[in-house]
C-alpha cells in the first residue's frame, strides 16, 4: 500500500493518535519546562509505555515529546533566567531582560510563534527533501555506509563542547559497548562475562537512562538546583506590529540555520540556536543592544531550535543516521518496534514516516494553541522545589528501567551507568558521543565486515569508491580542523549538548 | 587533583583491558575478520587517544594547577553516595520486599536523608507516591511490578 501526505493525515487524525500526540507534545513541554529533566531521558521513560501500542502510535508520541521540549524551554528562559533545555541557553540573555522590562508576555509569544513557524516549515521541507533522499541512498553500498557512520561520528565530536579527543574516545568507547553481547557472525559471546541478560547487548535504554536522567539528578543533588522566579504579570501575549517587522528576519533566517544544523551529527537544536544568536547579532544595526533585551535575540534563536528538529528526522528517517542523542535514541525505538530502518523506511514503513510527518504538523499547532494559555500552570510547576522533583524522576527513571523485561538487572545497569555518566561529567567527557556510537555500532561494523569481506580484506575499498571516498576524506579532514587556533575559540562558545 | 591525568590513565587501563580480551576472543584476519577485530580496533584507539590526552596533562602542569576540584564540598559529595546506595538497595530490595513496600522505604530515605523534609510530610508522600506509581504502571499500564513475600496485590 502507498502512503503520502494524505494517507499520512488521515492516520494521524484518528483521535488514539490525537490522543498520543497530545501527550508527547504536553509532556514534552513540561520537560522542557523542568530543568534537570531533558527529552533524551523523557523518551527513554516513556518509551516502554509505547511498546502496547502501535509503532506509529508510540513515535508520534516520543517525536512530540522531542519537539515540546523546544518550545518549554524558553518558558524558563525568560521567566528565571535557567534554560529548561540547552537549545535555550541564548534566550536567558534578552528573553529575561524583556521579562525585566515587562515584556515577558511578547517574550513568550514571540519564542511560541517563532517555534510554530520555525517547526512547521521544517517539517514542510522534511516531507520534500526525505523521500527523494531516500531514493538516493539506495545507491549507498556497505563500504558508503561505513563511511559516512564514521563521518558523522567524527563530526558529532567535532561539534561537541569539549576536547575533540575526548569526545572521540567517547565514540570508540561506546562502539566498544555496543559490541558487547552475542557476535551475530559468529555466534560467540563478547565481553558478557557470563550474565545472560547481557547476551542481547547492554541495551540502549537503561545505558541512555544512567548517563542522562540518573547522573544529572546525582549532579543536582551535589551542586544544588535554586531558582527564583521573576514574578511579574505576564500580559500582551501577542507581539504588536513593530515586534512582528523586528522579528521576521530572525525568524527567516532562524528556520533555515536550525533546519540546516539539524541535519548534521552534531548540529541539533543547541547548536541552531546558538548560531543563530550569533548571526543575529552580526546582521544587527545595534549588535551592542543584544543582551539588553533585544526581541531579535529570541525570535531567531527559538525558531532555530524547532527548524533543527524537522532537519534532524531527515538522516534518522532516510539513513538510519541518527543526527543527535535524541534520534539516536529514537533509532533504538525503531530497532525494539522490529522497523526496518534506513532508504526503505519510506517505501516498507510508509505509514511510520507519513504519520509522524503529519502529526508535527498537527502538533506545531497543539502546542501553540497550549504554551500560551497555560503559561500560568508552567509557572506554578516552576515553584515545586527540586528536592521533591528529584525523588520522583529516580523513581520513574527505576520504573521505565524495570518495564523493559521485568527484571532487575536493567535498573542496576542504569544506575552503574548513573555512576559512570555522573564521573564522565566530572571529568568533562561528554556522554552524546558515547550513545550515538553504541546505537550505530551494529550496523557500523556489519558494514565494515561486508566491505572487508567483499574486498578480500582490503581496506582500500573505502577509497576507491567515490562517495566512500569523500566521507573519509571529509572525516580525516575534521580531525585536523581543531587544531587550527579560530576553530578552537568559536567551539569553546558552544553549549553542551541537550540532555 | 590532575583530572585529565587521572582519567587518561583510567581509559588507557581500560583501552589495553579491551585489547587483551578481544585477542582471547580471536581477531581473525582482514579477510575474514573474527569477533575480537571490531573490539581489538577499538580498544587500541582508545588507548592511544588517552596516552595523548595524558601525554598532554603531562605537558601542561600549570593548567592542571588552576583546575577545578572534582568535589567542592565533601557533604554534598557524600549525599550523592548515598542517593546512588539507595538506588542499589532499592533495585535489589523489590525483588524481594516487593514494589510497593520498597518504593514507600526508598522515596522515604531520599525524601529524609539527601534534603530532609518533615516527617509528616516523608511519611504522607512516600506512602502516596507508591500507591499511585503503582496504579498507573501495574493497573493501567499493565507492567508487571514484582509482588515481594506478601503477593496481596
Known sequence: ?499 | MNKEKWSSLFWLVTGLLICIGSVRLSLGGVHNPGPGFFPFICGAILAILALIVYLQSRLAPSAAKEATPIWVDRKKGFKVVLAVLVLLAYAVGMGYLGYLVSTTLFIGCLLRIIEPKRWSMVILGSVLTAVISYCIFELWLQTQLPKGPFSIF
Open chain 1, 1 to 499: 500500500m502507498s502512503h503520502d501526505l494524505f494517507s499520512g493525515l488521515q492516520l494521524a487524525l484518528s483521535w488514539g493518535n490525537l490522543f498520543y500526540c497530545f501527550c508527547g507534545v504536553l509532556l514534552g513541554t513540561l520537560i522542557g519546562v523542568l530543568p534537570g529533566l531533558g527529552p533524551v531521558a523523557a523518551i527513554s521513560l516513556l518509551f516502554t509505555a509505547t511498546l502496547h501500542i502501535p509503532p506509529v502510535s508510540g513515535m508520534i508520541m516520543l517525536a512530540g515529546i522531542y519537539y515540546g521540549a523546544q518550545y518549554g524551554g524558553s518558558t524558563t528562559s525568560i521567566l528565571i533566567n535557567i534554560p529548561g533545555e540547552s537549545s535555550s541557553v541564548v534566550t536567558c540573555l534578552d528573553g529575561y531582560q524583556m521579562a525585566r522590562q515587562g515584556r515577558a508576555g511578547v517574550a513568550l509569544g514571540i519564542a511560541a510563534m517563532g517555534s510554530f513557524i520555525g517547526g512547521t516549515l521544517s517539517v514542510i521541507a522534511l516531507q520534500l527533501i526525505a523521500p527523494p533522499l531516500a531514493q538516493i541512498a539506495l545507491i549507498f553500498g556497505f563500504p558508503e555506509y561505513f563511511a559516512l557512520m564514521c563521518f558523522g561520528l567524527v563530526l558529532l565530536t567535532f561539534m561537541a563542547h569539549g576536547s575533540m579527543i575526548k569526545g572521540l574516545m567517547m565514540a570508540v568507547f561506546g562502539i566498544f559497548l555496543g559490541t558487547i553481547g552475542t557476535d551475530l557472525i559468529n555466534g560467540v559471546p563478547r565481553f558478557t562475562f557470563g550474565i545472560q541478560i547481557f547476551m542481547d547487548g547492554l541495551g540502549v535504554i537503561p545505558v541512555v537512562m544512567g548517563l542522562f536522567g540518573v547522573s544529572e539528578v546525582l549532579l543536582n543533588i551535589e551542586e544544588g538546583v535554586s531558582r527564583q522566579i521573576f514574578e511579574t504579570k505576564i500580559s500582551h501575549l501577542f507581539p504588536d506590529l513593530k515586534d512582528w517587522k523586528d522579528s521576521i528576519g530572525p525568524i527567516t533566517r532562524g528556520t533555515v540555520i536550525g533546519f540546516f544544523l539539524g541535519i548534521l551529527p552534531g548540529g541539533g537544536a543547541a547548536v541552531s540556536s546558538f548560531t543563530s544568536y550569533a548571526i543575529e547579532k552580526r546582521v544587527s544595526k545595534h549588535p551592542e543592544k543584544f543582551g539588553t533585551g533585544m526581541i531579535q535575540g529570541v525570535a531567531g534563536p527559538e525558531t532555530a531550535n524547532n527548524a533543527a528538529v524537522g532537519g534532524a528526522f531527515i538522516p534518522l528517517l532516510t539513513l538510519a543516521i541518527p543526527a543527535n542523542p535524541v534520534m539516536a535514541l529514537l533509532l533504538g525505538c525503531l530497532l525494539t518496534y522490529g522497523v526496518q530502518v534506513g532508504p526503505l523506511l519510506i517505501t516498507q514503513h510508509g505509514d511510520i514516516f507519513w504519520g509522524v510527518v503529519a502529526s508535527m504538523y498537527i502538533g506545531n499547532v497543539m502546542l501553540l494553541a497550549l504554551n500560551l494559555p497555560l503559561i500560568g500552570m508552567w509557572v506554578k510547576i516552576l515553584k515545586i522545589p527540586y528536592g521533591i522533583l528529584f525523588p520522583l524522576i529516580l523513581l520513574f527513571c527505576v520504573l521505565g528501567a524495570y518495564s523493559l523485561n521485568n527484571t532487575v538487572h536493567e535498573v542496576i545497569l542504569m544506575v552503574i551507568f548513573g555512576v559512570i555518566g555522573y564521573l564522565m561529567k566530572k571529568f568533562d567527557y561528554e556522554a552524546a558521543p558515547l550513545i550515538m556510537a553504541m546505537v550505530l555500532t551494529p550496523l557500523m561494523e556489519n558494514s565494515l565486515r561486508q566491505s572487508l569481506l567483499l574486498s578480500h580484506g582490503s581496506f582500500s575499498i573505502f577509497f576507491t569508491r567515490p562517495i566512500s571516498c569523500v566521507m573519509i576524506v571529509l572525516a580525516l579532514s575534521l580531525l585536523i580542523l581543531p587544531n587550527l587556533p579560530w576553530v578552537r575559540a568559536r567551539k569553546r562558545e558552544i553549549p553542551p549538548d541537550s540532555l
